[in-house]
């Protein structure tokens, strides 16, 4: 079993930035792709950016440039930098881990709140 959780969320003026961390436990979380998604009030939620284990990245169009999502393997973490914040960056950010064997897991999620 992978658990998740998910830090660093608040309240950020637009322009601004704030680093977002996911912190996995259980071993296969080592070798598991990870993801940021979000969802706004009203809206479906979004995949952000993703992770191999490899290293490889892919971020949404709307935030890419904006944000970078790094893994810090030994500690099972992953972070997501998110500069020049804009309003609609506001919602709930949750990460995610997969394995097509093992499976997803979801944190619970963490607020992101950007004011004009």
């Known amino acids: 079993q992978v658990h998740l959780v998910e830090s660093g969320g608040g309240l950020v003026q637009a322009g601004g930035s704030l680093r977002l961390s996911c912190a996995a436990s259980g071993s296969s979380a080592s070798i598991m792709s990870r993801a940021w998604y979000r969802q706004a009030p009203g809206k479906q939620r979004e995949l952000v950016a993703t992770i191999t284990s490899g290293g490889s990245t892919n971020y949404a169009d709307s935030v890419k440039g904006r944000f970078s999502i790094s893994r810090d393997s030994p500690k099972n973490t992953v972070y997501l930098q998110m500069n020049s914040l804009k309003p609609e960056d506001t919602a709930l950010y949750y990460c995610?881990?997969?394995?097509?064997?093992?499976?997803?897991?979801w944190g619970q999620g963490t607020q992101v709140t950007v004011s004009s």
């Open positions: 995610n881990a997969r394995d097509p064997y093992i499976g997803a897991y």
